[in-house]
């Protein structure tokens, strides 16, 4: 049971690139997040998917396009990279639809942008 | 805008003494409140969560709930070493009901 995993764990980018950061979780678990997390600022929702087949935009979506591939997969797009989306990524998920129910953070991916 | 603020630190407490981290929230209609713990470079774990008004104990910690005076709060017993990292407070009620989180608390604990 590896929990949530995500791939890459390290990349860097140059401004205008584009990449797909992955997300999967082996918790059968309905609901899954995409975070981001900068020095002083805290982790900010991106978007959400609180099931199979659904997505919403949370805090900060401008810049990203998610894609909720099945139950287990949930990636995040970056279709223009600015270094202002410099930051470490973070992908939870939760067994339900509740936002009181815990949840499960994968190990992160940490993005330069230059 | 909805906030949940913390006191950066970094907070230093002793082997063995009562670490207590504060955190105030701004939505009156919170109900919902998690403290996590973050070390450095990893990924944040769930310590507790309280959804009632008065303390709520798992072991060496006890998180306490505040409601009229919008206050939560994370007391560690017997601090360890090992309990030194970065704690997170959030609460349900972002713009989509969602979690916010505050900036987070860092926690030394000196041997």
């Known amino acids: 049971n590896a929990g949530v995993t995500q791939t890459p764990k390290f990349q860097v980018l140059k401004t205008g690139q584009s990449m797909t950061l992955q997300c999967a979780q082996d918790?059968?678990?309905?609901?899954m997040y995409w975070y981001r997390q900068d020095p002083g600022m805290g982790l900010r929702l991106i978007y959400y998917?609180?099931?199979?087949?659904?997505?919403d935009k949370g805090e900060v979506p401008n810049g990203y396009n998610v894609s909720r591939l099945n139950k287990r997969e949930f990636s995040l797009r970056l279709e223009s990279a600015a270094p202002s989306q410099t930051s470490v990524y973070f992908c939870a998920s939760s067994p339900a639809r509740s936002w009181e129910e815990t949840q499960y953070f994968g190990p992160g991916t940490r993005l330069l942008v230059l | 805008q909805k906030e949940v603020e913390q006191n950066s630190g970094p907070l230093s407490v002793p082997e063995g003494a009562i670490a207590s981290l504060n955190c105030t929230y701004s939505?009156?209609?919170?109900?919902?409140f998690f403290w996590y713990r973050q070390y450095s470079g990893k990924s944040p774990e769930l310590i507790m969560f309280i959804y009632s008004n008065g303390d709520k104990e798992d072991g060496r910690f006890t998180a306490q709930l505040n409601k009229a005076s919008q206050y939560v709060s994370l007391l560690i017993r017997d601090s360890q070493p090992s309990d030194s990292a970065t704690y997170l407070c959030?609460?349900?009620?972002?713009?989509?009901?969602?979690?916010?989180f505050g900036k987070g608390t860092k926690l030394s604990v000196k041997p």
């Open positions: 939505d009156r209609g919170s109900q919902s």
């Open positions: 959030a609460a349900v009620g972002g713009s989509q009901g969602n979690l916010i």
């Open positions: 918790m059968n678990h309905n609901s």
């Open positions: 998917s609180a099931s199979e087949g659904t997505t």
